[in-house]
């Protein structure tokens, strides 16, 4: 008989890595019994085994075993002329791996959401903002605005763990406004204003840099842009928040960050206000930091035989992969629950975890653990200032991307 350990756990799948999550595992299967929220309990139980499950190699549609598959991988990758990694989620010892693998093959390091880290690090680099914490966000402010469309339904717990916490140490979050502008979802909006202070605008997002104007000019404004006005006005302890994906749709994301940046630093003028980008759910955050430590660059970076080299517009994987520059992409992704976006015309390698999908096979599919599920790690929060440990859950015999790359590093 199966028995049931009920333990708390680090969650891996979104970058809050909120560690109050309270599941039941068999040894294989995971239940989450304490999560509230309906899309993080979904996220974590999608990872369980099922049926369609990938626990072994497979080359096209043949299966090897896990010895046979890296032989295999390292035929195909020794043959290679140009070799692109592209990284889709994993841990700090994940990403170390990458690089040290990519440096034995002078190979290509890029990040999957890299496009969104550059447009909050290009504003950082050309005009510099201010920042905060989520820690920062929970005890001391008593404004936040998040822009933006799907931001809650991508880190939905940032309500009840930064926003609206049972408590915080410096300022009453019964006293605390929280502002929405932009598409968001009525009956969250609805929900939110049954126990909540919460206002919202609706505007399309490329109306934000115009609003943000209005809001800093003596023009006429409606009651609703009044009412707004007030509340920064009366703030002590600003906090603007966003999700760079949310502006993908918009005809310039990057003048809005940079409005919603001079935003920020125009306030810190006269009170005290910070901006708090929240990162994408692909391990974002551990891929920038990492890849910084150890290359001076949060992504974008190519072994040129002596050490990496960054060049943001050559060493972009997507324009690679979509111009077909090179003959070899080798898909990392450990935490990633949508289909990955294989070119059937380029060379494949896959390891990822067993319940990976694809939009085309790749030549050599290898199941890889989950960090936080399937083996110990380590993961960074959003804000960068906190590093998570990552228990182990189940144990199926997966081995961790660092044990696989570890295998395929030219020798």
């Known amino acids: 008989m199966k028995s049931n350990k009920t333990q708390y756990i680090t969650c891996p799948f979104c970058s809050l890595h909120c560690d109050d999550i309270k599941i039941r595992s068999d040894g294989k299967s995971i239940n989450v019994i304490s999560e509230p929220i309906k899309n993080c309990t979904n996220k974590i139980e999608y990872f369980n085994l099922n049926k369609r499950s990938n626990l072994q190699a497979k080359a096209k549609n043949k299966y090897l075993d896990i010895h046979k598959s890296i032989q295999t991988a390292k035929s195909m990758l020794d043959k290679s002329n140009d070799i692109t990694v592209v990284n889709h989620g994993t841990d700090v010892d994940g990403v170390r791996s990458i690089l040290s693998f990519s440096a034995s093959y002078n190979a290509v390091v890029d990040h999957v959401n890299s496009s969104h880290l550059y447009r909050n690090l290009g504003i950082m680099q050309r005009k510099g903002y201010m920042a905060t914490s989520l820690t920062e966000t929970k005890n001391r402010s008593d404004l936040v605005i998040l822009f933006g469309n799907n931001i809650l339904a991508k880190s939905p717990r940032i309500i009840d763990k930064v926003i609206f916490p049972k408590y915080s140490l410096c300022s009453s979050t019964k006293k605390r406004t929280l502002v929405l502008i932009g598409k968001f979802d009525l009956k969250t909006i609805r929900t939110l204003k049954k126990s909540h202070r919460v206002e919202n605008l609706d505007i399309e997002l490329d109306r934000i840099p115009g609003l943000l104007g209005e809001l800093e000019s003596g023009i006429k404004k409606t009651s609703m842009l009044l009412k707004l006005k007030n509340l920064i006005k009366n703030s002590k302890y600003l906090v603007c928040s966003w999700t760079s994906s949310d502006f993908?749709?918009?005809?310039?994301?990057?003048?809005?960050?940079?409005?919603?940046?001079?935003?920020?630093?125009?306030?810190?003028?006269?009170?005290?206000?910070?901006?708090?980008?929240?990162?994408?759910?692909?391990?974002?955050?551990?891929?920038?930091?990492?890849?910084?430590?150890?290359?001076?660059?949060?992504?974008?970076?190519?072994?040129?035989?002596?050490?990496?080299?960054?060049?943001?517009?050559?060493?972009?994987?997507?324009?690679?992969?979509?111009?077909?520059?090179?003959?070899?992409?080798?898909?990392?992704?450990?935490?990633?629950?949508?289909?990955?976006?294989?070119?059937?015309?380029?060379?494949?390698?896959?390891?990822?975890?067993?319940?990976?999908?694809?939009?085309?096979?790749?030549?050599?599919?290898?199941?890889?653990?989950?960090?936080?599920?399937?083996?110990?790690?380590?993961?960074?929060?959003?804000?960068?200032?906190?590093?998570?440990?990552?228990?182990?859950?189940?144990?199926?015999?997966?081995?961790?991307?660092?044990?696989?790359?570890?295998?395929?590093?030219?020798?």
Request: proline content about 5%; aromatic content about 6%; some cysteine.
């Open 248 to 411: 993908d749709a918009s005809s310039n994301p990057d003048h809005i960050i940079s409005s919603i940046s001079d935003f920020v630093l125009k306030r810190n003028e006269v009170t005290r206000a910070a901006c708090m980008p929240i990162a994408g759910s692909l391990g974002d955050t551990t891929s920038s930091q990492t890849m910084t430590w150890i290359t001076g660059f949060p992504a974008r970076v190519k072994f040129n035989g002596q050490k990496f080299m960054h060049d943001r517009n050559i060493c972009n994987s997507k324009s690679i992969i979509d111009n077909k520059s090179t003959d070899l992409v080798v898909h990392i992704s450990t935490i990633n629950p949508d289909k990955l976006q294989i070119n059937k015309n380029l060379k494949n390698i896959v390891i990822g975890h067993p319940n990976s999908t694809f939009t085309y096979q790749p030549d050599i599919f290898i199941p890889v653990g989950i960090p936080g599920i399937d083996h110990r790690g380590i993961m960074f929060r959003t804000d960068h200032v906190v590093s998570m440990a990552l228990d182990k859950v189940r144990d199926v015999g997966l081995l961790s991307v660092k044990e696989i790359l570890n295998n395929l590093v030219r020798e």
